[in-house]
């Protein structure tokens, strides 16, 4: 941090500031500073990378050279040695002794059980007394087969793919052994790091970042909360027949150690493998939209970790229709209420340009005056494109040029504003970036039709709150007619839009037909 930070100060002093040459240092500065940041992080694993993940995703936060540098931390993090893994399991899945045939697990409700047992052997927290563990246990005890080579190595965490002995294939997801004693101290170093860098520079408040990590931390090395939040999230969503979440094995999953169904597919953003497998890429854009505006809006509990690793595409084996497998359920934002209404009627006013509530909403939400930057921020869009209407003009890569300019001109207001807003609305912030970087991969950035489906998910979620809140069969009758009938508009709007967009087909169609006539 001192060297980043002398770099920016001696580097950029002699250069008057806002010349072409000074850009162009300024560029260099930055791309330095970020390699070094991302060698930082992988030097000291666990927490620093987690944080250095968040970083990459804050495309409306930091400068190009940073996201882009730092993105790579969500593929390439360092992994743990076998022997490490091995070590891992046999402190945690050691079987007892021979004489007692106990089978202690921390089933889908956090309490514990046992199965088949001469006697109770199990410690209060589910596991096996420590006493009683084979301690020259060996991978081949418990799988049949076992791949050393993991297949993808998180911050946390790396995964590996397995056999049990009876038949079952199954991925195998072992924590970094020394995360969890490590990443108290990681915190610390983290929250100095950050008031060295305030003391330098005053204008930036980074803390929020370090009471995140501190939150969400503990929940995220707890693999036991994420198996649960895997089935809460599988039951939510299972009206969705294109989604798929691994199953967990709660009989050999511990707290550092979770076992789940395997299930292979092509990341999300690749866009090569779903061509390659004939699968749609603009009905795996719309199912993705529809998934996490239902979580956000209708449900209020949300997986904040969507990059490309943590979403696969597939085509199921039964069916051959098109599947998102979400995994890495370990980060969930619950959202309060009032929240998650007020949530509703700001999208809801973005989307039909309803400027006055556009602010009212912004300012409950805890923008203040920064209300513009706010919106700015939260749609990716400009604010003459916010005043114009989200849905009506298309994303440009003039005006993404002119959002990541103004990011940095506005950096010092950003990190004030990250402060003034519920911590709720950071891991949203975060959510956002990932799917629209997703989005932006894919080509499919910002249609109308994405805008439309929010729509209906935040009327379904107003209509619900507003029947919870009466008792008169009447008002919840016409709550009813005006939920239908605002779904119906959108229906209505949606099919313009598809006629609009199917005239203008054929009339490029007959224009290059009468350009190109056929040869006789």
Same mark, same amino acid.
């Given at each position: 941090?001192?060297?980043?930070?002398?770099?920016?100060?001696?580097?950029?002093?002699?250069?008057?500031?806002?010349?072409?040459?000074?850009?162009?240092?300024?560029?260099?500065?930055?791309?330095?500073?970020?390699?070094?940041?991302?060698?930082?992080?992988?030097?000291?694993?666990?927490?620093?990378?987690?944080?250095?993940?968040?970083?990459?995703?804050?495309?409306?936060?930091?400068?190009?050279?940073?996201?882009?540098?730092?993105?790579?931390?969500?593929?390439?993090?360092?992994?743990?040695?076998?022997?490490?893994?091995?070590?891992?399991?046999?402190?945690?899945?050691?079987?007892?002794?021979?004489?007692?045939?106990?089978?202690?697990?921390?089933?889908?409700?956090?309490?514990?059980?046992?199965?088949?047992?001469?006697?109770?052997?199990?410690?209060?927290?589910?596991?096996?007394?420590?006493?009683?563990?084979?301690?020259?246990?060996? #991978?081949?005890?418990?799988?049949?087969?076992?791949?050393?080579?993991?297949?993808?190595?998180?911050?946390?965490?790396?995964?590996?793919?397995?056999?049990?002995?009876?038949?079952?294939?199954?991925?195998?997801?072992?924590?970094?052994?020394?995360?969890?004693?490590?990443?108290?101290?990681?915190?610390?170093?983290?929250?100095?790091?950050?008031?060295?860098?305030?003391?330098?520079?005053?204008?930036?408040?980074?803390?929020? /970042?370090?009471?995140?990590?501190?939150?969400?931390?503990?929940?995220?090395?707890?693999?036991?909360?994420?198996?649960?939040?895997?089935?809460?999230?599988?039951?939510?969503?299972?009206?969705?027949?294109?989604?798929?979440?691994?199953?967990?094995?709660?009989?050999?999953?511990?707290?550092?150690? /979770?076992?789940?169904?395997?299930?292979?597919?092509?990341?999300?953003?690749?866009?090569?493998?779903?061509?390659?497998?004939?699968?749609?890429?603009?009905?795996?854009?719309?199912?993705?939209?529809?998934?996490?505006?239902?979580? #956000?809006?209708?449900?209020?509990?949300?997986?904040?970790?969507?990059?490309?690793?943590?979403?696969?595409?597939?085509?199921?084996?039964?069916?051959?229709?098109?599947? #998102?497998?979400?995994?890495?359920?370990?980060?969930?934002?619950?959202?309060?209420?009032?929240?998650?209404?007020?949530?509703?009627?700001?999208?809801?006013?973005?989307?039909?340009?309803?400027?006055?509530?556009?602010?009212?909403?912004?300012?409950?939400?805890?923008?203040?005056?920064?209300?513009?930057?706010?919106?700015?921020?939260?749609?990716?869009?400009?604010?003459?494109?916010?005043?114009?209407?989200?849905?009506?003009?298309?994303?440009?890569?003039?005006?993404?040029?002119?959002?990541?300019?103004?990011?940095?001109?506005?950096?010092?207001?950003?990190?004030?504003?990250?402060?003034?807003?519920?911590?709720?609305?950071?891991?949203?912030?975060?959510?956002?970036?990932?799917?629209?970087?997703?989005?932006?991969?894919?080509?499919?950035?910002?249609?109308?039709?994405?805008?439309?489906?929010?729509?209906?998910?935040?009327?379904?979620?107003?209509?619900?709150?507003?029947?919870?809140?009466?008792?008169?069969?009447?008002?919840?009758?016409?709550?009813?007619?005006?939920?239908?009938?605002?779904?119906?508009?959108?229906?209505?709007?949606?099919?313009?839009?598809?006629?609009?967009?199917?005239?203008?087909?054929?009339?490029? /169609?007959?224009?290059?037909?009468?350009?190109?006539?056929?040869?006789?």
């Amino acid at each position: 941090t001192a060297v980043i930070s002398y770099d920016y100060l001696t580097s950029l002093r002699s250069v008057p500031y806002g010349s072409e040459e000074y850009l162009q240092l300024r560029s260099k500065v930055h791309l330095r500073s970020a390699r070094r940041l991302c060698e930082l992080c992988c030097a000291n694993r666990g927490t620093f990378i987690k944080v250095g993940q968040h970083l990459g995703a804050l495309d409306y936060l930091l400068p190009e050279e940073y996201t882009r540098t730092l993105k790579v931390l969500h593929s390439q993090a360092p992994q743990s040695s076998m022997q490490e893994v091995r070590q891992v399991i046999r402190e945690d899945l050691g079987k007892e002794l021979p004489g007692t045939r106990a089978q202690c697990f921390d089933g889908p409700s956090g309490q514990s059980g046992y199965e088949n047992a001469e006697e109770n052997h199990c410690a209060s927290d589910g596991k096996m007394h420590p006493s009683l563990f084979h301690t020259n246990l060996q #991978i081949h005890d418990l799988f049949m087969s076992f791949d050393d080579t993991p297949l993808g190595a998180a911050s946390l965490a790396q995964v590996h793919k397995a056999v049990l002995h009876d038949g079952r294939t199954v991925a195998v997801k072992v924590q970094h052994p020394k995360v969890q004693a490590q990443s108290s101290k990681d915190i610390l170093l983290m929250e100095v790091l950050v008031l060295a860098v305030k003391q330098l520079f005053p204008e930036f408040e980074f803390m929020w /970042l370090v009471d995140e990590a501190k939150k969400n931390l503990p929940l995220e090395l707890d693999f036991l909360n994420e198996g649960r939040n895997a089935e809460k999230v599988a039951q939510m969503l299972k009206h969705f027949d294109f989604l798929k979440v691994p199953q967990i094995y709660w009989e050999l999953s511990t707290k550092r150690v /979770l076992l789940m169904e395997f299930v292979d597919g092509g990341q999300v953003n690749d866009r090569d493998y779903m061509e390659r497998n004939k699968i749609d890429v603009n009905e795996i854009s719309r199912h993705l939209g529809k998934m996490y505006s239902e979580m #956000i809006f209708v449900n209020g509990f949300v997986h904040c970790d969507p990059h490309p690793g943590n979403v696969l595409v597939r085509k199921c084996p039964g069916t051959g229709k098109a599947e #998102i497998v979400l995994l890495d359920h370990g980060l969930y934002q619950v959202l309060t209420e009032e929240f998650r209404l007020d949530y509703c009627h700001l999208w809801q006013s973005l989307i039909w340009t309803d400027m006055k509530n556009v602010k009212k909403y912004s300012q409950r939400l805890g923008a203040g005056d920064l209300y513009p930057l706010f919106t700015c921020m939260l749609t990716a869009r400009s604010w003459d494109s916010v005043n114009r209407g989200i849905g009506q003009t298309p994303v440009t890569a003039t005006e993404d040029s002119e959002i990541r300019n103004n990011a940095a001109n506005y950096l010092p207001q950003i990190s004030h504003l990250l402060n003034l807003v519920p911590r709720q609305m950071l891991l949203i912030f975060k959510t956002n970036d990932l799917l629209r970087g997703i989005e932006a991969a894919l080509g499919t950035r910002a249609s109308a039709s994405s805008f439309l489906n929010m729509s209906r998910c935040c009327i379904k979620a107003l209509a619900a709150h507003k029947k919870k809140n009466t008792h008169s069969f009447f008002r919840r009758t016409q709550i009813s007619f005006s939920e239908a009938f605002n779904l119906w508009q959108i229906n209505l709007h949606e099919l313009v839009l598809r006629v609009k967009g199917l005239r203008l087909a054929s009339w490029v /169609l007959a224009l290059l037909c009468w350009l190109l006539p056929a040869p006789h």
